[in-house]
């Protein structure tokens, strides 16, 4: 997720962020055809409780599917004559406050993402509870938790994403590297043969979401209860300056930022992702929702995914819930947006969408995503998913993951130390829980 991670990202991933993310254009669906007939809908679709067809607005974070979500928009169009208009918001935008403005000058959308746990917090008065839904069976159960609460579920999980170390395999061979290194001395040993053989090691980003959602969770998930420290942090009882998880992971940052592309304090997503895809750099800390950019560049590159090590230990890869579908219940049409939702996960068409034209790691169990559906970076996290760590972000209030990420762009810049580093973070865990 860009997610923001977005991933967690990883999760969420992050958070994913942090994440998931992409590119920061905006596409809104303005035109769908409209022929009538229903031929491959759901449970729910083509039929309208109220005998009418209001129209769908979703207001959503995933710039990297905007195209294809406004395609499956058109198709839902088609076989419901139901009007789905997509306004996306995300990579270098701030959703979270486009969101809030959004609602604040009176246009509710039907449809909205969130991430979940703290960030669903300000809208649980729109959210609608979905545990009825016929989808909710279908559901990873693991997938649940960020949008449950009071034994209710307020959220249709997008899709899971995982992220980690995407690699080039035949970058690796030129610099000799036979092994996947899995922990942060192999690793470093891999940086050295790479650099030896006159190959950039990292393609990194400035993005303020990569370094404050994703790569920040790296610290969040080690620990060994990250929800638990997580409160213990927000109420003052822990900190990251002096947290021996903390110490240990600053290493990898710094392994990430000290060999990387001379550029990087001015390299957003967009350009790391083609850098890489270019093959102008061995790895990149990203997810799978890179696949798309990475495979317009060349569709051929032959990828792995490594672990995120902190120490001598083997590393994580980073898998959770992106984002999820929260149905608005003050906007004009919150029952249609249900038959949308549940269409997007049982009709043919929607399951088509979510697998072969987002390349998504469904979060439901009825959906099946081959290799050359969802793509090796997805493949390979899949293949890792057994000792992945999870997405944590979304447990902080709103603000909390910009702070990380402007400190983190300052410790990119050389600006503050490793300690000025990590008392920027919890200033930033302090500052939020006052207000």
């Not at 393609?203 to 990250?226: K, R, Y």
């Not at 034209?357 to 793509?375: L, R, S, V, W, Y």
Request: aromatic residues 8%; negative net charge; glycine residues 8%.
């Amino acid at each position: 997720m860009k997610r923001v991670s977005a991933l967690v990202m990883t999760t969420a991933l992050v958070a994913l962020v942090a994440s998931g993310c992409g590119s920061s254009d905006n596409n809104t669906n303005n035109t769908a055809g409209n022929t009538g007939n229903n031929t491959e809908a759901g449970s729910n679709a083509g039929t309208n409780n109220s005998g009418d067809k209001k129209p769908i607005k979703v207001f959503q974070f995933k710039v990297e599917i905007a195209d294809q979500l406004n395609a499956m928009a058109a198709e839902y169009e088609k076989e419901t004559g139901v009007h789905v208009e997509v306004e996306t918001h995300g990579g270098g935008e701030d959703y979270g406050a486009l969101l809030k403005a959004t609602i604040a000058s009176g246009s509710e959308p039907e449809i909205f993402n969130n991430g979940g746990y703290s960030s669903l917090v300000p809208y649980m008065d729109r959210a609608t509870d979905l545990s009825d839904q016929p989808w909710v069976a279908n559901l990873l159960e693991t997938t649940k938790a960020p949008t449950t609460v009071d034994g209710k579920l307020y959220g249709m999980p997008m899709n899971t994403e995982g992220f980690g170390l995407i690699y080039n395999k035949d970058l690796f061979s030129k610099a000799g590297i036979t092994t996947e290194p899995k922990t942060l001395p192999e690793l470093t040993d891999a940086v050295a043969k790479l650099k030896a053989a006159g190959i950039t090691p990292f393609e990194t980003t400035n993005e303020w979401w990569s370094l404050g959602i994703h790569l920040a969770d790296v610290a969040l998930a080690n620990q060994p209860d990250p929800a638990k420290f997580i409160e213990d942090w927000k109420a003052g009882k822990a900190t990251a300056k002096g947290n021996q998880v903390f110490e240990q992971w600053v290493n990898l940052v710094d392994l990430l930022f000290k060999n990387a592309q001379k550029n990087q304090l001015t390299t957003d997503y967009a350009t790391q992702v083609a850098s890489f895809a270019a093959g102008k750099a061995a790895m990149m800390q990203q997810g799978n929702w890179t696949q798309g950019d990475i495979d317009k560049v060349n569709p051929d590159l032959n990828l792995g995914v490594l672990p995120l090590p902190i120490n001598d230990q083997p590393g994580h890869v980073f898998v959770g819930v992106p984002n999820n579908w929260i149905v608005n219940s003050k906007s004009a049409n919150a029952e249609g947006a249900k038959k949308f939702l549940d269409w997007m996960v049982t009709s043919d068409t929607g399951k088509k969408y979510l697998t072969k034209e987002f390349h998504f790691m469904p979060a439901e169990t009825n959906i099946d995503a081959t290799k050359e559906d969802i793509g090796t970076i997805a493949a390979s996290i899949k293949d890792q998913s057994s000792t992945a760590l999870g997405w944590h972000w979304d447990r902080f209030p709103d603000g909390t993951t910009q702070g990380f990420g402007a400190a983190m762009q300052e410790y990119q810049g050389g600006t503050i130390n490793k300690d000025q580093l990590l008392a920027k973070f919890d200033k930033t865990v302090a500052d939020m829980m006052k207000k």
